[in-house]
Structures are given as C-alpha cells and as structure tokens.
C-alpha cells in the first residue's frame, strides 16, 4: 500500500509542475501590456510597405508588417522581436499574396534615426528550417530599399 501511495505521489509532480507554469505564463502574459504603439508608412519606387508597431512593457515589441509589391505578390504577417540600442531586430513571420496555407519566417533590421526606421539588408543563412543573419556579416542601412516614417494611426 504504501508503494502504491508513494507511485501516486511521484506521477502528481509533473502535473503539479505543469500547472504552475502555465499559471506564471499567464501571470506574465498580463504583466506584459502595451505602453505605445506606432504606425510607420514608406514607399521606393512603386512598392510600398506600413508597419504597425506595439511596445510591450517588457521592452519586446510586437506587431505588424505589409510591404506591397508593384510586380508580384504583397507579403502580410507579424513581427516580434526587440530593440537593441538603436537597432530593431524582429522575426517576420509572413504570408505571400493570398496563399495562407504556406507562412515564411525571415529575420529583419531596422536602424532608429532621426525618428525614421530604415530597413537594413544583410546575408541571410537558414539551420534547421529557421533564418538568421550571417555572424560577421554587416547589415547594410544605405542598400535597404524602405525607409519609414511615424504617420498617424488610422
């Protein structure tokens, strides 16, 4: 009897365990709330791109990004990523054109100047199915195609 109570008690320490994870979760979850969100437009030649941008108060910063292309596809998704210094580094997990079956995932950067976002470009190498930015390898603020602006929130 008492091997069978002591089985019990082992087998309750996961699920206890469990349960109170996904309590603190929840708990910062709730703590992690937005202090300011920011609406950036730009434009190169005739592409466009809005991003949506929210601050969480634990400094992460989530969002959203559309860049519509003149010759093909737009791409639509979600950014999350955060500030480091004056550079935003985020994972964009996207969709292309109306396909939502398929979502892409790549790294991006932008450069904070001036109150301007620019958009960084720099080489790209996948592991195990997720983009990174090459190690070493600058990220090139003049060669990025989108610069944006803050404009008002609609």
């Known amino acids: 009897m008492k091997r069978n109570l002591l089985y019990i008690a082992f087998a309750a320490v996961p699920f206890t365990f469990a ?7 929840a708990d910062s979850a709730k703590k992690d ?7 950036y437009a730009s434009s ?15 400094g992460k910063v989530t969002g959203s990004l559309l860049v ?4 093909k596809p737009q791409n639509k998704g979600e950014i999350n990523g ?8 985020v994972d964009y997990r996207f969709n292309t054109g109306n396909d939502t079956s398929r979502a892409y995932t790549n790294p991006l950067a932008f450069l904070k100047k001036e109150g301007k976002l620019i ?20 990220i090139n603020y ?7 602006i803050e404009v008002p929130c609609k």
């Open 82 to 89: 955060k500030f480091h210094g004056d550079t935003l580094l």
């Open 44 to 58: 190169f030649e005739k592409d466009s791109a809005a991003m949506i941008l929210k601050t969480l108060s634990s």
């Open 68 to 71: 519509k292309y003149a010759d």
């Open 33 to 39: 709330s937005v202090m300011s969100e920011t609406c």
């Open 119 to 138: 958009m960084g470009v720099a080489q790209i190498e996948t592991t195990l199915g997720r983009s990174y930015f090459v190690k070493g390898k600058p």
């Open 19 to 25: 349960c109170n994870q996904s309590e603190k979760k």
């Open 142 to 148: 003049d060669a990025g195609k989108f610069t944006f």
